[in-house]
Every structure is written in structure tokens, then in C-alpha cells.
């Protein structure tokens, strides 16, 4: 089985990373009852025996003590210090963490530039030790957010080195996007000069907004406190939800928004941990799904958000799920899916789902959705028989999709804001090695892409043809 190596950059990065490593504990602990140290574990887990001399690794046989396949990156050592003060300290390898004290001061410049080649050497002999210790190293995730110093600039410095090291390994990204009321004044700048590196340094991107993440957790309490379900919510099935897990502490405010993400990536990756009657492996996502090599921008949803208490789950639920994979509601950005056009489609299926309910899903939606017409049986699709913590079944549908377009055009309208006036460009400039081409490079690296996204829009309702053979001359 293959390994994946998680890189958590920033405070966002590890805040979200912090709820994925929990969650895939208490995902593990439900399945794994024995106690065995299994494949499903060494996916994102080595097994080591912190009694002995040497790195103590042990690859089978009893769980001696777990460590997270993981680099933790923060210029700012609060958050990587709450972690390794919290419950999952253990699971973190002292020798997988690089941390300063003064921040990036919410500037790409400073953690690109700065950082960058300040800890370049540092992050490359730990991403080798780390990759060291797999068998098959498949994937890197990265975790990052868009709007600060750190994440965004740290983080795609983090992306091109991977590119350098590991070309072969595939690169995952999940972004972080901040909203349009942010409160980092700078975060137009930052955004968009990583979208650049985004642009041509990842394999697959999953972009993410705040607003989107807030609305869906607002959706859900009113929703359980309104008292519209009827039936009761099972407590430990809100995506949101962090019951049974190693906390025990206070939940934080943004606990919640970071437990969807967690478990978008756990989704992501359930298929490579858990057998399943259709696996799909993580290079299958990036080989169907980025027909062209820039417009790699996945656009995710997750359902069901809860689960009703009553265990017997009728066909007419489980194709409400497939439903509401495809409505407004459920996305993980502020986008319509349905009335944009498909490039290709991933569906991710947990737990007591049937190839045959897939099937008629598939074809029950099919006509109401408009896919490019060179690819108009462009689906794949993953069923893995293990569902997640509380749920019976679940989605994860992952759209290369135009409608990510108005998500780019908001941030380059917000940039283009700040930068016709020159605003705190100072900031950027003082620092060595960043130039005002940086970001005029930047700006039409975003301007070409929302361009391909146009060119694609355009053949939107064209007719339905095939592509042109090669004639061969006899």
C-alpha cells in the first residue's frame, strides 16, 4: 500500500492539519479493534518503539506508538506549540517540526522570499527523512492558507521544493481562500501571488473559502435547533463534529469549519486506506480529472452533513445524498456547479453503497448537467466499504468545474483594488529578491487562467460532437 505525506504550513495549515490527524485517529480506532499495526495505519502512520535505541521503526505486528507521516511549518510558534502541549502530542515526531517566533508579519514576500531560503536547506533534509520512511511515497498534501505571510508564501515555497525534490510524487493542495471581509488588509496581494505558484507548481488544487465553510456550519445548527429534521441528529455524525475524538479541551471558534476540511481529506483519501468494492487511487483524481495541466482546480462537496438517528437508510435518502452533492448548499466554495460546465467529475462513495446505486445516480443526474463535449462520459468514481465515524454512507464529489471561475474574478478585482493605488506595495518591495514584476507576472498568470476558464465557457451548450479523428491517407 502507499504512503501519503501531510505538509501543514502556517496557522491555518495546522490548525486544519491538528483536526485531520485527530479524526483519522478516532476513524482508525473504530475499524482497527485489535490493535494491529495494518496498511490502513501505514498510509499516513508509522509504528515505532520509542523504548529502543535508533528511529525504532517497526512495520508489523502490535501499534506500539504512532507517528504522524507530517512536517509542521509555522514562522510562528503558538499554534505547533498548543498542538504539542494538546492530546495528540505524541503523534507528532520532535525532528517533523520547523518553527520561528516573529511570524510573516501577513506578507507572501516575507514568507517566500524570506523564510524561503532562510529554511530551504532545514525543509529539504525533513521532507527526505520523512519520505525516507515510506515504502511507496504516492502523495504530498499540502495545507495552507491564501491570505496570510506564512501559508501563502511559505507554503508555495514549500510547493516548489517538492517539485525540485520529488518530481515524480504527486502534489495535493488544499487552499484555504480567504473571504472578501477579511480582516488582513494585505490578503488580495498574498492570494494572488500564490495562485502563481498554485498555477504551475501543483497537480491538484482543492480550493476552499471561509464564507462557504461558515455558512455550512450555520446551516447545520439552525437546522438541529430549529427542530425541522423530525428525527433525532446523531450527535458524533456532524461534519462539524469533533465527539469521540482526543479533545478535551474548549473547542475553538473555528474548530468546526476546520473539522469539514479534515474530513474532506479524509474522504479523499479513504479509498488508499480502506478496502472497497471500486478503489480509486489518489494519482487516478489527478489523471482523469486535470484534462489540461493548469485548470486543476477541484471544486469539492461533502455529504451527508448529519445523520438522522433512525440506522435504516431508505433508496430515496441515498439519492437525496447524490442530489445534494451537485446543489449550491453543499459546496466547499461559493459556486453553482450545475449551471457551469463540467470538465470531468470524481465521486468518492463510503459505507453500504452499492455499484448499482452509483450507476443510477449517475445517470439520473447526468441530463441536467452539461459536460464538455469531448468528455461527456467524464466520471470516476471510488466506493470504499468503511464509512466514516457515525455515518452509515457517505460523498465526497469533486468537480473540475468553470464554476470556480467567479471565485478568481472577485480576488483579482480585490487586487487590482489595492494595486492601481500602490497601496502597502512598499512592504513587499523591501524585501530581497521580490520586484514589482512579481506581481504584474502574477496578476496575468490570474488573468490567462480565468481566460482558459472563458474559452471553455464559450463551447457551453454547443452541439454535441466528436472530436475530429485523424485522417490517416491510404
Sequence with gaps: MAQSVVVQVGQCGNQVGCRFWDLAL??????????????????????????????????KGKICSLKARALLIDMEEGVVNEILQGPLRDVFDSKQLITDVSGSG????????????????????KLRKTAEHCDCLQCFFIIHSMGGGTGSGL???????????????????????????????????NSVLAMKEL?????????????SLFDIVN?????????????????????????????????????????????????????????????????EISMNLVPFP?????????????TLADVNVPSRRLDQMFSDAFSRDHQLIQADPKH??????ALLVRGNVQVSDLRRNIERLKPSLHFVSWNQEGWKTGLCSVPPVGHSHSLLALANNTCVKPTFTE?????????????????????????????SEAISSLSDLIEEYNELDATKGGPRTDPSRLQIAV
Design 411 to 439: 480576488l483579482k478585482d480585490r487586487f487590482m483594488k489595492l494595486y492601481k493605488k500602490k497601496a502597502h506595495l512598499h512592504h513587499y518591495l523591501h524585501i530581497d529578491g521580490m520586484e514589482q514584476s512579481c506581481f
Design 199 to 211: 498555477n504551475e507548481h501543483a497537480d491538484c488544487v482543492l480550493p476552499i473559502e471561509n464564507e
Design 106 to 125: 501577513n506578507n507572501w514576500a516575507v514568507g517566500h522570499k524570506l523564510y524561503g531560503y532562510q529554511y530551504r536547506e532545514k525543509i529539504v533534509e
Design 26 to 59: 478516532r476513524e482508525h480506532a473504530a475499524v482497527n479493534k485489535n490493535g494491529i499495526y495494518d496498511e490502513a495505519l501505514s498510509s499516513f502512520f508509522r509504528n515505532v518503539d520509542t523504548r529502543g535505541g535508533g528511529d525504532g521503526h517497526i512495520y
Design 155 to 189: 507554503g508555495t515555497f514549500v510547493l516548489n521544493v517538492l517539485e525540485d525534490e520529488f518530481p515524480e510524487v504527486y502534489r495535493f493542495v488544499t487552499s484555504v481562500y480567504p473571504s472578501g471581509e477579511d480582516d488582513v488588509i494585505t490578503s488580495p496581494y
Design 219 to 283: 446551516k447545520i445548527r439552525q437546522m438541529i435547533s430549529s427542530g425541522k429534521l423530525g428525527s433525532t441528529v446523531k450527535q458524533n455524525s456532524l461534519v462539524t463534529s469533533s465527539a469521540g475524538s482526543a479533545r478535551t479541551v474548549q473547542e475553538k471558534p473555528f474548530d468546526a469549519m476546520n473539522n469539514i476540511v479534515a474530513n474532506l481529506l479524509l474522504n479523499l483519501t479513504s479509498s488508499a486506506r480502506f478496502e472497497g468494492s471500486l478503489n480509486m487511487d489518489l494519482n
Design 340 to 345: 457551469s460546465l463540467y470538465l470531468a467529475c
Design 294 to 306: 493548469r485548470l486543476h482546480y477541484l471544486v469539492s462537496s461533502l455529504t451527508p452533513l448529519y
